[in-house]
């Protein structure tokens, strides 16, 4: 056998041992079964044992499985674009009001992927004097998703409200390089 071939047997042997102690492909071949070690740290704070067994949630709906661009209607255009992310923003502002701070974080994370689509749309439409601006501006909109996320996860309202406040400037000076 020569030198390469036992350096690329060693290199599969590597990479399939890394993949099966990282938990990829586990599970057993059933759908459904986690395939990993269980992190002690689950995203499921707020639930009981059996919250999950009445079936209440669609399956493309469960809050642990995050978004794609699939999910999320998508802008068209920039101006589209920043007229969603105002959208998404004042669908915050009322979750922030009504208390219901466990669902800002779907509405914050459909945000960040509808900021990522209109920077890209942003390079067609938006004068190249403003695309800078535009871009740091929807970076910072996409930016907030997590800490948001963690505010309100954590039941912090104030802390929520103060993220939102800084997301809607952002969005207002979005607006200004829209029109």
């Keep these: 056998m020569s030198l390469k071939m036992r350096w690329f047997g060693m290199f599969l042997l590597a990479a399939a041992s890394v993949a099966w102690l990282s ?86 994370e459909e945000m960040a992927l509808v900021a990522q689509k209109t920077k890209e749309l942003a390079q067609k439409t938006v004068a190249e004097d403003k695309l800078s601006d535009a871009g740091r501006l929807l970076n910072e909109v996409a930016g907030y998703y997590k800490p948001i996320d963690e505010a309100a996860d954590a039941g912090k309202k104030a802390e929520t409200e103060a993220i939102h406040k800084k997301m809607g400037e952002a969005i207002a000076k979005l607006n200004e390089l829209a029109k």
């Design 23 to 108: 938990g990829c492909g586990g599970g057993g071949g059933v759908k459904g079964t986690p395939s990993g070690p269980k992190d002690s740290k689950s995203d499921h704070k707020d639930h009981k044992d059996g919250d999950h067994k009445d079936k209440a949630h669609k399956d493309g709906d469960h809050h642990d499985k995050a978004l794609t661009a699939k999910d999320v209607k998508m802008p068209d255009s920039f101006a589209e674009g920043v007229a969603r992310l105002d959208e998404l923003h004042k669908k915050i502002h009322h979750q922030i009001e009504h208390n219901e701070l466990k669902h800002v974080r779907r509405t914050a």
